[in-house]
């Protein structure tokens, strides 16, 4: 599969974007895919994974009541509303995709996604 991630831009704190990661190749519902995010001179954190086929979601702490991942399996995409930014979520933000069986609740280690994208830059400003 091939992952395009789009939507970023420059945004007040306060206010909103809508990233998508439009997938190509196979039907987007057979993986789980995840949403990370690196600023600059930090390390890639996660932010969200939604799972296959059931649709479960997972959020890292600090986005939880503010982003929301959901899938469109008719657009093959997979969208990351994101509200209330705050200067902290400055950064790029990347899709990821892995379709291998995950036994655990929730896929947030990079490491385990096989497939990405190419991030896109949002930059909220104070």
């Known amino acids: 599969v091939q992952l395009q991630a789009s939507g970023g831009g420059l945004v007040q704190a306060g206010g909103s974007l809508r990233l998508s990661c439009l997938a190509s190749?196979?039907?987007?519902?057979?993986?789980?895919v995840g949403w990370f995010r690196q600023a600059p001179g930090k390390e890639r954190e996660f932010v969200g994974t939604?799972?296959?086929?059931?649709?479960?979601?997972c959020y890292t702490d600090s986005v939880k009541g503010r982003f929301t991942i959901s899938r469109d399996d008719a657009r093959n995409t997979v969208f990351l509303q994101m509200n209330s930014l705050k200067y902290d979520d400055t950064a790029v933000y990347y899709c990821a995709a892995r379709d291998l069986y995950y036994s655990r609740a929730c896929a947030s280690n990079g490491d385990d996604f096989q497939y990405w994208g190419r991030g896109t830059l949002v930059t909220v400003s104070s």
């Open positions: 190749g196979r039907t987007v519902s057979n993986y789980y």
């Open positions: 939604i799972s296959r086929i059931s649709g479960n979601k």
